[in-house]
């Protein structure tokens, strides 16, 4: 009994780093019929120290930066100056294209980087450092140096356990932390727990940003160099059309369910002064530390929808947003911020003008491993009754909320008739499937189907033949991000389950393809003037009678 409690502490100490094998031994224990000591599950549940799941961090005396300001202040250039000056590093941001804009930088001057994201993995010879998405992060890994960027993030509600993970658990003894002064408090108290010395720098906004006294009012009133901001797919293609349509500018998008190379690409033609688009019209996506030729932003809208309710941008979505113009050595030396309606300018300014809101909690989620103990004495589980059994059970310090994990739920739920393991049942739970999107649910049920049943995924077997050309519609251009989106799904899960998944290249191809029909509509969509469209062999979703 006495050795029993050893190995539970050693696998509540060393669950995150080494513990998959230790949890594998007590797996193999406990499923001997052997039943848990009183008070077992008590533990498993408390989260109360997470610092302490991160044995290879806490095994190192870590310097942490934390370098604080308004956008465009010059912090992440800073965190990034020490890294390319280290022998080996990671940086680790929240978006895609802020982690290729990393990699490109440091490739560009001559450091050669690596990008790891979810769905790809780009290796360039002799590289020793990696610029990835934060979820991707390796806290068994050690660095000469490492960068958490935006770690205001940690409050986010559902991706903000990632950033208290990096921070917590990056194993390296020079950590720079970049984001927003918000955060100062929260990590102050992180880096007293862990031991860890923590210098604070604070940083100027490098180039004016100054407010519009007046709204714009009209389209008719772009220049070159405006970006538009709007909250959804339609308004920002009928502020395309307009804009194409009444003036000689052309535009460019960037949204969210743009394909994320897609959206790269529309970028770089934006900031691109000869190639003929100079506005860009965009949703909040362009919100976080990209470095874009933005001149000035205008809101077409300060409210959104978020999922639950249309609700009025918070201080800190608006300061985000406007930091993105007259970026530090960009074409425009000074930023200007303004909105479309007069209506909505008083409190726009009032938005912006608003000191930064401290962040008192982070974001905090259980380990898989730990999962899997609470699961122990309850086999017959689905993962969406441990999830909400455990977010019932579990006890957090003040400074932490547990994740928002409805996202999980849900689509463990939808595979709820299928017999997977846990394992894999958690892999589908947390891959990037759009919850709100039939046809990726769908899918995803077909995958996991696949993969239960024969052990290979074949994408023929789940996705048909067909022709697919540039899209001339919304409707049209929506159905094709959504087989991009399939696409990508099914990329993502080659890269955690191998073996089923193992067409990559295959997928990989189409999903070019895709990007290539979704980037030519892209001229055409929101245009008045079609262009005759060409065709080429593509693969849609199969519906459900066609399959076999
Ligand atoms: N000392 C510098 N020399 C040259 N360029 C700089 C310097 N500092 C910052 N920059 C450039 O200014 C721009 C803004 O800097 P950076 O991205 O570091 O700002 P930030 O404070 O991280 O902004 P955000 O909060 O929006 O992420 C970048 O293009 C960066 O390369
Ligand atoms: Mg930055």
């Not at 009994?1 to 190995?7: A, S």
């Not at 008590?42 to 109360?48: G, Y």
């Not at 609700?311 to 970026?327: D, H, N």
């Amino acid at each position: 009994m006495l050795w029993r409690g050893g190995l539970e502490r050693l696998i509540l100490r060393s669950a995150e780093a080494k513990g998959s094998d230790i949890i594998r031994t007590a797996h193999r224990f406990f499923s001997n019929g052997l039943v848990p000591k009183e008070g077992f599950l008590e533990k498993v549940t408390d989260l109360r120290l997470p610092h302490e799941w991160f044995p290879v961090a806490r095994s190192i005396k870590r310097r942490v930066t934390l370098h604080v300001g308004p956008t465009n202040s010059g912090k992440t250039y800073a965190a990034l100056q020490r890294l390319r000056e280290a022998a080996t590093g990671v940086y680790c941001g929240p978006l895609r294209l802020l982690a290729w804009e990393t990699a490109d930088r440091l490739n560009a001057s001559g450091v050669p980087c690596n990008t790891i994201t979810g769905q790809e993995k780009r290796h360039v010879e002799k590289a020793h450092h990696t610029a990835m998405t934060i979820e991707m992060a390796d806290t068994a890994q050690k660095y000469d140096a490492a960068v958490v960027d935006e770690i205001q993030m940690m409050a986010s509600p559902d991706r903000g356990f990632a950033f208290t993970r990096a921070l917590l658990g990056l194993a390296t003894p020079e950590l720079h932390v970049c984001g927003d002064p918000a955060a100062v408090p929260l990590v102050e108290q992180f880096c007293r727990e862990t031991g860890d010395e923590l210098q604070v720098k604070h940083y100027e906004r490098l180039s004016p940003l100054k407010s519009s006294r007046q709204a714009l009012g009209s389209l008719m009133e772009v220049r070159a160099g405006d970006c538009i901001i709007a909250f959804s797919r339609t308004q920002i293609y009928n502020i395309k059309k307009e804009i194409e349509t009444k003036t000689r500018h052309r535009c460019c998008v960037v949204y969210g369910s743009l394909p994320q190379e897609t959206r790269s690409r529309q970028a770089a033609l934006f900031n691109d002064e000869d190639s003929g688009y100079d506005v860009l019209v965009a949703s909040d996506a362009v919100g976080m530390g990209l470095n874009l030729n933005i001149r000035r932003i205008i809101f077409s809208s300060i409210y959104k929808f978020d999922g639950f309710e249309r609700r009025m941008l918070t201080s800190s979505e608006a300061k985000q947003i406007a930091g993105r113009a007259g970026r530090f050595a960009s074409q425009y030396p000074e930023g200007e911020v303004t909105c479309l309606e007069p209506r909505d300018l008083g409190a726009l300014k009032y938005l912006l003008k608003q000191p930064p809101e401290t962040i008192t909690e982070a974001g905090l989620f259980p380990t898989f491993d730990q999962l899997q103990l609470f699961a122990t004495r309850r086999p017959n589980w689905s993962l969406n009754r441990i999830l909400e059994n455990f977010a019932v059970s579990a006890r957090l310090s003040p400074a932490f909320f547990l994740q928002d994990c409805s996202d999980m739920v849900e689509t463990s739920r939808h595979l709820g008739d299928l017999p997977l393991p846990l394992a894999d049942m958690y892999i589908f739970a947390i891959s990037p499937v759009k919850s709100d999107d039939p046809a990726s649910m769908g899918a995803l049920y077909k995958f996991a189907q696949e993969h239960l049943a024969a052990g290979k995924v074949r994408m023929k077997r789940v996705l048909n033949a067909g022709t697919m050309k540039v899209p001339k519609t919304q409707n049209a251009l929506s159905e094709l991000e959504s087989l991009h989106n399939i696409l990508s799904l099914y990329i993502w899960l080659s890269y955690r389950l191998p073996e089923s998944f193992d067409e990559r290249e295959t997928a990989e191809e189409q999903k070019g393809l895709c990007e290539m029909l979704i980037e030519q509509g892209l001229k055409v969509v929101g245009t008045p003037v079609m262009r005759k469209a060409k065709t080429r062999r593509m693969i849609p979703v199969a519906s459900e009678q066609q399959l076999p």
